[in-house]
């Protein structure tokens, strides 16, 4: 019998979304318990994650009610940490290969997607680098991480590489899309044209199959996200 899994995370974390990612891909049972940051319960950051961050899950001890977790279960937080632990449980499903050298291209890739590609995309986002100049540079070394093929990160199935960076894709179309971040207006659209390149074709071609994945496409809620981010990222001030 498995043992219970619980997932605390929220709908506009792009990192609680890794989690779902990769447990959909290995088709793993668990619990989700959507955790109100706006307003977040005394018992989360008390009994699951003392940093009051989501993701977190819960492992093993008894099937309790999310909202009131069990002392005897495993507590585990940081989204990179849960998805090796998630590959680890479930060695069957792929999510992290055995051979030594594919392993390590895995993770390699999502220390990448952290430092040159989420930090850069943030800091643009919010305004605290004038330019994309640098995200574009974390565009041009994932691409240069991906698989021959462009399918998938590493090799030739997905792994927990892929659901580390899937979120941040379908975040970068919406900024794209939208324009919405704390840049001068029209840099949103402007990047999202520069990466019509042919110098990006790799990277978007790679874009374009993880946003059609299942597991991306049925827990994907762009519009959602585009409404809630009107309303928490400021407005440029020029
Ligand atoms: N490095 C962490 C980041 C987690 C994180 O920043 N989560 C945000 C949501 S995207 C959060 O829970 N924020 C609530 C808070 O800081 O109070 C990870 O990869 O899991």
């Not at 040159?116 to 974390?138: A, C, I, Q």
Request: glycine content about 6%; proline content about 7%.
């Amino acid at each position: 019998m498995p043992q219970q899994l619980t997932l605390y995370l929220h709908k506009i974390s792009p990192y609680s979304h890794r989690i779902e990612l990769a447990l959909a891909e290995a088709n793993i049972k668990y619990k989700a318990h959507q955790v109100d940051l706006f307003n977040k319960p005394k018992w989360f950051a008390a009994t699951v994650n003392p940093l009051g961050k989501v993701p977190a899950i819960t492992y093993g001890g008894p099937d309790v009610d999310p909202a009131e977790p069990s002392s005897l279960s495993f507590k585990l937080a940081e989204s990179n940490v849960i998805l090796q632990f998630v590959a680890e449980l479930y060695p069957e499903s792929g999510l992290l290969p055995k051979d030594p050298v594919e392993r390590a291209k895995v993770l390699f890739f999502m220390d990448a997607v952290d430092r040159h590609f989420d930090k850069p995309g943030n800091d643009w986002m919010y305004g605290r680098t004038e330019s994309y100049e640098v995200y574009l540079k974390g565009v041009e070394m994932i691409q240069g991480l991906l698989s021959e093929s462009g399918e998938f990160a590493v090799g030739d199935h997905y792994t927990i590489a892929d659901a580390t960076i899937g979120p941040l894709l379908s975040r970068l179309k919406i900024t794209c899309g939208t324009d919405i971040g704390v840049f001068s207006v029209g840099q949103g659209t402007k990047l999202g044209e520069e990466l019509k390149a042919p110098k990006y074709a790799k990277f978007m071609k790679y874009v374009q199959a993880m946003l059609e994945r299942p597991s991306l496409r049925d827990t994907n809620d762009e519009a959602y996200l585009a409404e809630i981010w009107k309303t928490l990222i400021p407005k440029r001030r020029d």
